[in-house]
T-cell receptor, first 111, second 114 residues
Framework: QQQVKQSPQSLIVQKGGISIINCAYE??????FPWYQQFPGKGPALLIA?????SEKKEGRFTISFNKSAKQFSLHIMDSQPGDSATYFC??????????FGKGTSLLVTP | NAGVTQTPKFQVLKTGQSMTLQCAQD?????MYWYRQDPGMGLRLIYY???????DKGEVPNGYNVSRLNKREFSLRLESAAPSQTSVYFC?????????????FGPGTRLTVL
């Protein structure tokens, strides 16, 4: 049973546009929600993370929005650039347990 | 600091052969993980070790064994490789297991089983 569901599977955005990736989870005990970015041939790397006691976290052009009641969180990439083209994974976990990853979103930002 | 290192980078096996994937971290992390990544399936946890001396099964443990050799090293063994184990394998580590602890990933091992 997949604990974190991610959509869309792929996304094409024009340079300067907003990229939005959504995730939903079932386990209300999850207390950590990170997003990872992966470039081809590389391992994933942490991009940004949020805890359930805040509704939004912003780091540069990247923002996580968190809706605890709906059990959903999303990644917004403002002013998307070709260098943002990568695969993005959302994840969730409880303290003391391993991360549960979504299936990933392949983002292509066109010039 | 090298971070998380994995060997080998690439490997081709024949069905039934065995091999061990090696992973080491130099960040003094307590927890280590093995994932496999397949197209459209995301990252699936095979095994993890929350601390030295402990290991636990993840989502897809069948066909694999692990050894937490010491705090730095966590190996993954395929006793009798099958074509279904063709994948990219990532090792990761974190200071503590889960909740609010960044996982650092290695560069991956690309395994093909013929």
């Amino acid at each position: 049973q997949q604990q974190v569901k991610q959509s869309p599977q792929s996304l094409i955005v024009q340079k300067g546009g907003i990229s939005i990736i959504n995730c939903a989870y079932e386990n209300t005990a999850f207390d950590y929600f990170p997003w990872y970015q992966q470039f081809p041939g590389k391992g994933p790397a942490l991009l940004i993370a949020i805890r359930p006691d805040v509704s939004e976290k912003k780091e540069g052009r990247f923002t996580i929005s968190f809706n605890k009641s709906a059990k959903q969180f999303s990644l917004h990439i403002m002013d998307s650039q070709p260098g943002d083209s990568a695969t993005y994974f959302c994840a969730a976990s409880m303290t003391g347990y391993a991360l549960n990853f979504g299936k990933g979103t392949s983002l292509l930002v066109t010039p | 600091n090298a971070g998380v290192t994995q060997t080998p980078k690439f490997q081709v096996l024949k069905t039934g052969q065995s091999m061990t994937l090696q992973c080491a971290q130099d960040m003094n992390h307590n927890s280590m993980y093995w994932y496999r990544q397949d197209p459209g399936m995301g990252l699936r946890l095979i095994y993890y070790s929350a601390s030295e001396g402990t290991t636990d099964k993840g989502e897809v443990p069948n066909g694999y064994n692990v050894s937490r050799l010491n705090k730095r090293e966590f190996s993954l063994r395929l006793e009798s490789a099958a074509p279904s184990q063709t994948s990219v394998y990532f090792c990761a580590s974190s200071k503590l297991a889960g909740g609010r602890n960044e996982q650092f990933f290695g560069p991956g091992t690309r395994l093909t089983v013929l």
